[in-house]
Nanobody
């Protein structure tokens, strides 16, 4: 599985962005998908995950109520809608695919990673 993330950019605090992650291959619908982020000088952290079917999602506490993950299995794409952005959301955001069916939060359980897309939120 090859993953290509896009949609990052510079936005003011309170603004919104939508990240997309396009996957290659015909088995996209069998993979759980997740978004992770890494800020400068910090460890990578879990942001959001969606199960293979799209029926269940999980979020980091820091983004609950502001971010929404979804997927379109017909388009082999997963999305991360980010609203009410804060400066502390600034990071490189990466998408990942896991052979687990359910939405999982540990990066160690993900098998494939895409390149990151930079999100910068100005105050």
């Amino acid at each position: 599985v090859q993953l290509q993330a896009s949609g990052g950019g510079l936005v003011q605090a309170g603004g919104s962005l939508r990240l997309s992650c396009a996957a290659s291959g015909r088995t996209f619908s069998s993979y759980a998908m997740g978004w992770f982020r890494q800020a400068p000088g910090k460890e990578r952290e879990f942001v959001a995950a969606v199960s293979a079917s799209g029926s269940s999602t999980r979020y980091a506490d820091s983004v609950k109520g502001r971010f929404s993950i979804s997927r379109d299995n017909a388009k082999n794409t997963v999305y991360l809608q980010m609203n009410s952005l804060k400066p502390e959301d600034t990071a490189v955001y990466s998408c990942a695919a896991s052979s687990w069916y359910s939405a999982i939060t540990s990066g160690k359980d993900y098998d494939y990673w895409g390149q990151g897309t930079q999100v910068t939120v100005s105050s």
